[in-house]
């Protein structure tokens, strides 16, 4: 699986964003997609989550309501809208994807950067 993150950039406070993440090489629509972020100094944490028909998702509480994941299968691509941005989601986002057999690939991460 290749995963190739598009998106980021440099945005003001109470801007928004959208990171896109493109896999080939499976069956997008098996994977179970993540979108993770480490921020420097700190852990690697998950952002969001969403299952492999779309129908599941999950976020973590310091983006609950500001950001969205979904998916577009036929297109092999997840995103991850992301509104109201605040400096403190400043990071290195990355998409993460799980296959049935539950072997892990990772993109390569692609910088958000939250500042006036």
């Known amino acids: 699986v290749q995963l190739v993150e598009s998106g980021g950039g440099l945005v003001q406070p109470g801007g928004s964003l959208r990171l896109s993440c493109a896999a080939s090489g499976f069956t997008f629509s098996s994977l179970r997609m993540r979108w993770y972020r480490q921020a420097p100094g700190k852990e690697r944490e998950l952002v969001a989550a969403?299952?492999?028909?779309?129908?599941?998702?999950n976020y973590a509480d310091s983006v609950k309501g500001r950001f969205a994941i979904s998916r577009d299968n036929a297109k092999n691509t997840v995103y991850l809208q992301m509104n109201s941005l605040k400096v403190d989601d400043t990071a290195v986002y990355y998409c993460?994807?799980?296959?049935?057999?539950?072997?892990?690939?990772w993109g390569q991460g692609t910088q958000v950067t939250v500042s006036s």
């Open positions: 993460f994807a799980r296959t049935v057999t539950n072997y892990d690939y």
């Open positions: 969403i299952s492999s028909a779309g129908g599941n998702t």
